[in-house]
Each structure stands twice: as C-alpha cells, then as structure tokens.
C-alpha cells in the first residue's frame, strides 16, 4: 500500500501510516458493532465479551474501513478511486492471512462432514465445537478464495477500464463467495436474519452486491463518479 501510494500517486509514508491506523481503529469498532449487534440482549448482559479478544464481524469491519478511506483520501487530496483499486488488493491480502489466524483459533469453523477435506479440532481451548469431528476447514476455503480473488484482482488492476473497477469488483466477488461459504460455516452465534435460511453475512452480501454493482454499472457509464 505505501509503495503504490508513493509510487502512483507521490503519498508520504507518515500519510500511509496514518492511514494504517486510521484503518485499524475503524475495522477495530466495525467488528465489535456489527458482533454486539448479532446478539444485543445477550451482549447488553455480558458487555465484556465484546471487548474480549474475540469476536470480530469482517464486514462491520469493512464498512467502517470504507468511509474512513474516502475521508483520508479525500482531506489529503489523494486519487479517491484509483487509490480504492489499490485498498482492494491490499485487503484481500490482510484479510486471507487473518482467516488462516482463524483457523488456528478454531473460530469461523464449518459444519461437520464425511469430505476428505476436513479437519479435527482436539484442542478444548479452541473456538471450534464440536471438538474430535472432522469439520468443513471453512477459515481454509476462505483464505484460499481470497489469495484467489487477490491474483485476479492484480490482473484485472492492469486491464481495468476505469477507476474504481477493481475495488468494487473486489466487493461483487468476494460477496457472491462469502454468501456461499456461509452456506458451510457451523458457528451458529454468528447470528441469522432468517433463522438458519439467511445469515447476517448473506444479507449484508447481498445489500453490498446490489449497491457495489449499481456503482459499477455507474462508474462504467460515466467513467468516474468520486473525484479526488
């Protein structure tokens, strides 16, 4: 990230690492909202289980980490789009190594199965539950798709059309994935909005699918819509 803002767009790294943390304390509060809310009741009672080390919602995350971005780049007249194209490619990075972090917590784990893909979690510190059954590595299938989506979205970086294409591609993509990932996660407090039908994740996949793919077919038509 501090490479290619320098090198794309002359950014300083004290402007990079500013950014940095600017990033960290948003994704930081995203997650612990968008957790709390998957349970408010029960975290109203036990408030201090949301500010544990555990439980993050990456797309709370997310969606705190957007406007955080367009005000940076926007105060520091940095290239809004262009420089979204590059936060995409970043974020599928940091969030595919956080995923394999997960993994080896045993959170976000899948339902179980007979596949020869599984995995048993024996540890009884672990998240995952149940223990000694061979589960769906969904954490895995996550950092896989998205060390998947990172390749292409490199690729599409140097064909793409017009600013802003990458990153919202990024938000189709990973979206359409995620919805069906959930579709194998056994950890059922991540909460649902029909219950076992459609989770949290997949409504919100798709609210993000609809409004990222109105931004593309916008931005495609007008060549740009956010101006530096």
């Known amino acids: 990230m501090a490479y290619q803002g320098k090198k794309q767009f002359q950014t ?7 950014l940095f943390i600017y990033i960290v304390v948003a994704a930081y509060l995203g997650g612990k909202v968008f957790f709390f809310f998957e349970n408010p009741t029960y975290y109203i009672r036990h408030l201090s289980k949301v500010f544990s080390g555990n439980g993050f919602v990456f797309f709370g995350s997310l969606l705190f980490a957007i406007p955080t971005m367009l005000w940076f780049f926007r105060k ?3 290239p809004v789009l262009p420089m979204l194209d590059i936060m995409g490619i970043v974020t599928c990075i ?4 956080g995923r394999i972090g997960c993994f080896l917590s045993g959170c976000c784990h899948g339902k179980p199965t007979d596949s020869f893909l599984n995995v048993v979690f024996t540890n009884p510190v672990c998240q ?3 223990l000694n059954t061979p589960l769906h590595p969904t954490q895995l299938y996550e950092a896989g798709f998205l ?3 990172m390749i292409f979205l490199l690729w599409l970086k140097a064909n793409k059309k017009f600013d802003g294409q990458v990153f919202l591609t990024y938000l189709i993509v990973y979206s359409v994935g995620r919805s069906l990932l959930e579709l194998l996660r056994g950890d059922e407090e991540r909460g649902y909005v029909i219950q076992n039908l459609v989770s949290h994740s997949q409504f919100i996949s798709l609210l993000v699918i ?4 109105f ?3 916008k931005l495609r038509r007008k060549g740009k819509l956010l101006v530096p």
Do not use: M
């Not at 300083?12 to 500013?18: K, L, R």
């Not at 609809?210 to 793919?213: A, E, R």
């Open 12 to 18: 300083t790294y004290d402007q990079s690492n500013a």
């Open 76 to 78: 520091h007249r940095i």
């Open 94 to 97: 940091v969030h595919g190594l």
């Open 128 to 130: 995952a539950e149940p």
């Open 147 to 149: 060390f998947s989506l």
């Open 210 to 213: 609809c409004i990222s793919g």
């Open 215 to 217: 931004l593309y077919v």
